[in-house]
């Protein structure tokens, strides 16, 4: 059983930082790609940010410059650091993890939810 833990959510001013950790937990063979989505209340869930166990990454054009994602693979963690934030940035942010999983005497890759981490940013 893979399990995906977030830490830091909270409410900060507009303009503000906050560093979300996710620390990924169980028996894995691998991880490849590890992430963050977010849900706005009656908006579906988006992409973040993602990165690749070998360091490429990935953001949504609307937190390029502001958001920054980075990982460290020998403690299967994940982090988001998020500068300058805006009230539009407020939402549940869901860690993500794509798990190579052994099964038997095979394996297969499995997508990985936390519970969400509330980021509000408000005056």
């Known amino acids: 059983q893979v399990q995906l833990v977030e830490s830091g959510g909270g409410l900060v001013q507009p303009g503000g930082s906050l560093r979300l950790s996710c620390a990924a937990s169980?028996?894995?063979?691998?991880?490849?790609?590890m992430g963050w989505y977010r849900q706005a209340p009656g908006k579906q869930r988006d992409l973040v940010a993602t990165?690749?166990?070998?360091?490429?990454?990935n953001l949504a054009d609307s937190v390029k410059g502001r958001f920054t994602i980075s990982r460290d693979n020998a403690k299967n963690m994940v982090d988001l650091q998020m500068n300058s934030l805006k009230p539009e940035d407020t939402a549940v942010y869901y860690c993500?993890?794509?798990?190579?999983?052994?099964?038997?005497?095979?394996?297969?890759?499995?997508?990985?939810w936390g519970q969400g981490t509330q980021v509000t940013v408000s005056s």
């Open positions: 169980g028996i894995m063979l691998s991880i490849n790609a």
């Open positions: 993500y993890a794509d798990v190579r999983v052994a099964y038997g005497t095979s394996a297969y890759n499995g997508q990985y």
């Open positions: 990165i690749t166990s070998g360091g490429n990454t």
